[in-house]
């Protein structure tokens, strides 16, 4: 996919005093980095570090000393920068009430009375102040403030919201609060605005929100890292990958000498995402029975002919047997494993019992749904549960096809039973004998 | 209002060797006095018909309305002057290092040192006609209240939050919307309390300017000051009571209608983001508030027309903004350059002949003026003295007592209002009677005029002693001395020096009026600079007067320098509480 054009674009900056005898003082080393629309960036770095004075630097507020900052390609010196700001320390204006405070800047670009008001009132309204619009901001409380402020920021419908360390300064519970609403609204699209982006200290913070996180170590302050989180929202910050990305960041900051790498995301990981292929237990062992009639391997073009079965309807079923590792296929010719061919050879209970190890072994999305389903008193969740984690990464339709072909296989090595009428699913520990 | 803390603010930012700067400053005041006087001394033979004062208590009421209306124009004089001064210095650089340390001197010279001379100048201007006196002190009232404005509004647009600038920068507001949206509600507070300040003073020099004979000249205006001189002058008490009562109505009126409505609407300005439990009240504002008039008239008529002007100001900035910068024509840099050259060159002109002009006074007159600056500098240390030691006890009375402070306070406000000159003619009376002298009186004077701004000081000083200090100094029984010594003299030392260095100043001032005096038909005067400035007035002495005023203001420049600005740094480095 194309990189979409960057909305605004720091090249080279630097900031830096000369003192009276000549000597520099150097804040921020020459720094370059862009805004890419339809992204939350994380600056982090610890207190002090020149995090704020980049984001003034970007944002137009002050010129760099070196350097140039580009306005969608253009430089941004002349121009005016569509962007709002979000402050530590909420700066509003007391005197003004909130409705005025949020009117203020559309009053700057000459809108008339009653438009300002309408978008005012619309935007107080996303953000959950409605009926406060005649309220002085010394009757709020700083979260309240804080939603004044992000009202203030989104009513000029930016293209960047910039925010310095937005949360600091409220309590710990009002900060998670604003934090959430302010995701559920960057993703549910009622936030009218491009990129956001936010300077904070706080790494939770930063890798819970952030789709882009940049590490800036100090004296002079330099990027010293930047990476993407790739985590889907909303983050569980008990999520093993969220605390590797946590402590990455966290040696990033205390041992700025040493290089780290920032681990990859696990195998496990991307296993889960890896779709079953739609096959019933019943084709699976139909095919290791034939190939164990043929010697144990043959062409695949031969078997699905002499089955007068397309290809395309042969395949799911040996990607199957090999995903369970019945099978490889070796250029062209499908050949039976050793464990295929005990499979092939072995008794109904036999079979079940291959067949379950195999699957537990190797199709994550079964482990997972029989931890899910052990981590519970009852050992019993509703279907849904798992249809939903499913929805996430497939379409409706493939999804449901998928939890069918789970609940199959799932049923067949009696991992789990199913009840249609209830829509549960129940763990199943031990394989019952058959009668 | 934190007078301490603006001027602290003034006194240590100015040390920083501005020496020269102060320099070329002096230099322009004396180029300016020697100008000024010599276009009075052009007047020679004057007529100006004498005004007729009259003693009748039912020509009170007119006497008031002229008297508040020079008061008004001056105050809305130097309010415009002292917003735009003050927002020059503020966002300039360049005029900043001028303008600040200009400010400073100006604020320090005793404006009533002027009063003999721009009455002079201003007859001589207009000669023959009233206009030229109610000029003359509508001049001086704005002298002696526009600094006080502009230095506050200076300090609280230095004083700006960074975020909230921040803001309105990243959120586009246009000059004018910055100015009343941010600029002036933050200044708000400390023009209100500034303007009540410098209102009493202006008081002072109002009834001072009302009052003024030279000799045979007369100088008098029709109003409240000049109503009270005569009558004092006739020795007609019961005229003299009267006078006394209008001018506490006044004074009174005006505290109710106009400045505690204009604290507690203020109060809306306050840069605390917590709501204040004992927020002042006002009657009258609350009264106003509820008026359906207003409401209507706010509704439909301001309202609009404000919002129109806002627009139609913020699309010219913007259009302004958006034309491409042309850059500066050369001729306008050469024609800025030429200015410049030029004024110096005036400057230096009128000191190199006021310089000749000095060289022609005689040695006995130097000695004369030097022992005169000594005699009165002693007077301005003996009212301090006696002012303080009675103010810090009482004072720290009132202010140790919060309920017995909330009423002592506007009553401390109203008494700094009125003014000391105004009774001046009474106290001479009464001091005639008992047969003292003008020495005495002029003492008496300057303490009327300046107690109450030191009495005032210390009550806010007393109420800043932390309790924290005050339960250790129980816990630890210290004994009545001892607090006084380590907790409560060290405690109020800052806000004493504030009050110390307003109350010299109006000392200074009033030593002008005291110490020459026309009274029933004879000039009373004694040995001091102020009688040498007004004798010199008086006898056509040109070089003498210019010579004594300059001596004036540069004892009280250099008793400031020397004197109070060490004072202040010693407050601010030991003796500041938090």
């Known amino acids: ?435 | 209002m934190s007078t301490p803390s603006l001027l602290h603010r003034l006194y240590l930012r100015r040390d920083r060797g501005t020496l020269p700067i102060d320099a070329v400053i002096f230099g322009a005041v004396l180029a300016g006095l020697y100008a000024l006087f010599g276009v009075g001394r052009v007047w020679l033979a004057p007529y100006t018909p004498a005004a007729e004062i009259s003693r009748s208590p039912w020509s009170l009421p007119l006497y008031s309305m002229y008297s508040l209306a020079r008061m008004g124009m001056a105050y809305v004089a130097s309010l415009v002057f002292a917003l735009v001064y003050a927002y020059i210095a503020a966002r300039n650089k360049v005029a900043e290092r001028l303008m600040i340390p200009c400010l400073d001197i100006l604020q320090s010279i005793p404006v009533l040192s002027f009063l003999p001379g721009v009455m002079l100048a201003m007859v001589a201007l207009f000669p023959g006609r009233q206009i030229g006196l109610e000029l003359g002190s509508v001049l001086l009232i704005f002298t002696g209240q526009v600094w006080n404005l502009a230095f506050s509004f200076y300090a609280s647009l230095k004083g700006l939050p960074r975020e909230l600038m921040e803001a309105s920068r990243t959120y586009r507001f246009g000059l004018w919307q910055r100015f009343y949206q941010l600029e002036l509600p933050f200044g708000a507070i400390g023009l209100v309390w500034n303007s009540l300040m410098s209102v009493a003073g202006g008081w002072f020099f109002l009834m001072a300017c009302e009052m003024f004979q030279l000799g045979n000249r007369d100088f008098r205006l029709p109003g409240l000051g000049s109503y009270l001189q005569t009558a004092a002058n006739e020795g007609d008490t019961a005229s003299i009571l009267w006078g006394l009562a209008a001018m506490i109505i006044v004074i009174l009126l005006l505290d109710q209608l106009l400045w505690r409505p204009l604290i507690a609407w203020a109060e809306k300005f306050k840069f605390e983001l917590v709501e204040s439990a004992s927020a002042p009240h006002s009657a009258v504002l609350a009264w106003l508030a509820r008026s359906p008039v207003l409401a209507w008239l706010e509704r439909k008529v301001i309202a609009p027309a404000w919002e129109a002007a806002n627009l139609r100001v913020a699309r010219m900035e913007r259009e302004a903004r958006e034309r491409p910068p042309e850059p500066p024509a050369a001729w306008q840099a050469a024609a800025l350059r030429a200015v410049a050259i030029g004024a110096v060159v005036v400057v230096l002109y009128g000191v190199v002949r006021a310089g000749h002009s000095l060289m022609e006074l005689t040695v006995s007159d130097v000695v004369a003026l030097l022992r005169g600056a000594e005699a009165t500098f002693l007077r301005v240390m003996a009212a301090l003295a006696v002012g303080t030691l009675w103010t810090i006890p009482v004072g720290v009375a009132i202010g140790s007592r919060p309920r017995l402070a909330a009423l002592a306070q506007p009553l401390a406000q109203i008494a700094a209002s009125v003014p000391a000159t105004a009774l001046f003619p009474v106290v001479l009376l009464v001091l005639l009677r008992l047969g003292g002298g003008m020495g005495l009186a002029a003492i008496l004077l300057m303490l009327l005029g300046t107690q109450w701004y030191l009495l005032f000081n210390i009550i806010a000083g007393a109420q800043a002693i932390p309790t924290d200090l005050k339960e250790a100094a129980t816990v630890y029984r210290f004994s009545g001395w001892e607090r006084w010594r380590l907790l409560i003299l060290p405690g109020i030392f800052p806000y004493l020096v504030t009050g110390l260095v307003t109350a010299a100043g109006g000392a200074w001032n009033a030593s002008i009026v005291a110490e020459y005096f026309r009274f029933q038909g004879r000039v009373m005067s004694t040995p001091g600079l102020g009688s040498t400035i007004s004798h010199a007035t008086d006898s056509g002495n040109f070089q003498l007067l210019l010579a004594s005023t300059m001596v004036m203001a540069a004892v009280v420049v250099t008793v400031n320098r020397l004197l109070w600005r060490r004072l202040y740094r010693l407050a601010q480095t030991r003796y500041q509480l938090g």
């Open chain 1, 1 to 435: 996919m194309a990189q979409p054009e960057p909305i605004i674009e720091a090249r080279d900056v630097e900031q830096f005093y000369v003192q009276q005898d000549g000597h520099r003082t150097q804040i921020l080393s020459p720094t370059s980095m862009a805004i890419a629309p339809g992204q939350i960036v994380a600056l982090l770095g610890a207190s002090g570090c020149g995090k704020s004075t980049l984001l003034r630097i970007l944002s137009g507020l002050a010129r760099p000393a070196a350097g140039e900052v580009l306005w969608h390609g253009k430089p941004a010196r002349g121009q005016q920068l569509n962007v709002g700001i979000v402050f530590q320390s909420f700066a509003l204006f007391p005197w003004l009430s909130v409705i005025e405070n949020v009117e203020a800047p559309l009053k700057a670009r000459g809108i008339g009375a009653f438009d300002r008001r309408k978008r005012a009132l619309r935007i107080l309204d996303t953000v959950g102040l409605d009926g406060f619009e005649k309220a002085y901001p010394k009757e709020l409380s700083g979260g309240m403030r804080q939603r004044v402020g992000f009202a203030r920021g989104l009513v000029v419908e930016p293209e960047v919201l910039f925010m310095d360390e937005p949360f600091s300064a409220l309590d710990v519970l009002t900060a998670e609060t604003l934090r959430g609403e302010l995701l559920e609204l960057w993703s549910s699209r009622k936030i009218p605005t491009n990129a956001i982006f936010i300077v904070t200290h706080n790494i939770d913070e930063a890798v819970e929100l952030a789709d882009r996180v940049i590490v800036l170590a100090h004296r002079p302050a330099h990027i010293h890292d930047d990476f993407l989180v790739g985590m889907p929202h909303p983050r569980d910050h008990k999520s093993p990958r969220f605390l590797e990305l946590v402590d990455h960041v966290y040696k990033v900051l205390t041992l700025p000498d040493e290089t780290h790498v920032l681990p990859a995301a696990h195998a496990a990981e991307q296993e889960k995402h890896a779709p079953l292929p739609h096959a019933r237990p019943g084709g699976i062992a139909g095919l290791v029975e034939i190939l164990g009639d043929r010697g144990g391997s043959d062409d695949l073009y031969h078997l699905a002919e002499e089955l007068a079965m397309d290809l395309d309807d042969l395949l799911p079923i040996v990607e199957a047997a090999t995903l369970l590792g019945f099978v490889e296929v070796v250029e062209g010719d499908a050949r039976l494993s050793a464990s295929g061919r005990a499979y092939a050879e072995a008794s109904i209970d036999q079979r079940k019992q291959i067949f379950r190890e195999a699957a537990l072994e190797r199709v994550a999305l079964l482990r997972h749904i029989q931890s899910a389903l052990r981590s519970k008193n009852d050992h019993a969740l509703p279907a849904e549960f798992f249809r939903d984690i499913l929805d996430e990464r497939f379409s409706d339709e493939e999804a449901h096809r998928q939890f069918q072909t789970a609940l199959d296989w799932g049923r067949y090595a009696e991992i789990f039973e199913y009840d249609s009428g209830s829509d549960r699913l129940t763990l199943q520990d031990t394989l019952t004998p058959a009668p």
